[in-house]
């Protein structure tokens, strides 16, 4: 199997605490990766690490086995949909203008390339076309989520960096929504890396379960694995508070 991303040795601190220390991790190409631990052992310093937006103290992070500070930073980035929780949207755009905001950018000269585009994202989230012409604030939670994700997968990048993105969403929402990007990176094969605190979503998702505590890989594996033969006692733990949601 191909590798997509892969930190080496990565250290990474706030100051004078340490987040990240000589963090090891391999992602293979089309890997759906789930990323759960406790809060502020360092998932979300990981995910953009991965982009760009921080820089490691120490160590190199590859992608397709290039060193990523050697890129350029906006090639980097238009390779990299980011989706992050609540929204973050542009508020003075409407729906279709948020959605093209990157293809548009990209070819300024085909209008109608772009409208295609973004049809066919709305499409893909389960948006209706009406909601077009529409602002942000005038979308429920759920639908600002799906335009938040369709932005990102519109400039069609290799990999997806998703922070927590259905957390503010209500639960039934939240399935569907979970269905719809398992169905999407089943279709694309894009590389996704999804950190969440829920242990049933990152079970489901992940084609690959990542678990952290303190800045450490407590274990990486698939789901089956992380549910029969848990490597630690903090796997253990969040398994055991899976077993109670489910029961
Ligand atoms: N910009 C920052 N400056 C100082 N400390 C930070 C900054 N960003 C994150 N931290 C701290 O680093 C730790 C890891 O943060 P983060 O990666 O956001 O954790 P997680 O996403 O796992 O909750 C936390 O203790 C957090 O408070
Ligand atoms: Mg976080």
Known sequence: METMIEFQHICKSYGTQVVLNDFQLSIEKGAFVTMIGSSGCGKTTALKLINGL?????????IEGT?????????????????????????????????????????????????????QWMKIVHL?????????????????????????????????LMDEPFGAVDSITRTQLQK?????????????????????????????????DQGAIQQYDTPDQIRSRPATDFVRQLISGQQQAAG
């Open 67 to 119: 060193d990523i500070q050697t890129m350029d930073q906006n090639v980097l980035r238009r390779n990299i949909g980011y989706a992050i929780q609540g929204s973050v949207l542009f508020p003075h755009m409407s729906v279709e203008q948020n959605i093209a905001y990157v293809p548009s950018l990209l070819n300024r000269r085909d209008r109608q390339r772009t409208r295609d585009a973004v049809d």
């Open 180 to 212: 719809e990007i398992k169905a999407i990176h089943e279709d694309s094969g894009i590389t996704i890396v999804f950190v969440t605190h829920d242990i049933n979503e990152a079970l489901y998702l992940g084609t690959r379960v990542l678990v952290m």
């Open 54 to 62: 921080l820089i490691p103290d120490e160590g190199t992070i590859r």
């Open 128 to 160: 209706p076309q009406e909601l077009k012409d529409r602002y942000p604030w005038e979308l429920s939670g759920g639908q600002q989520q799906r335009v938040g994700i369709a932005r990102a997968l519109a400039a069609s990048p290799d990999i997806l």
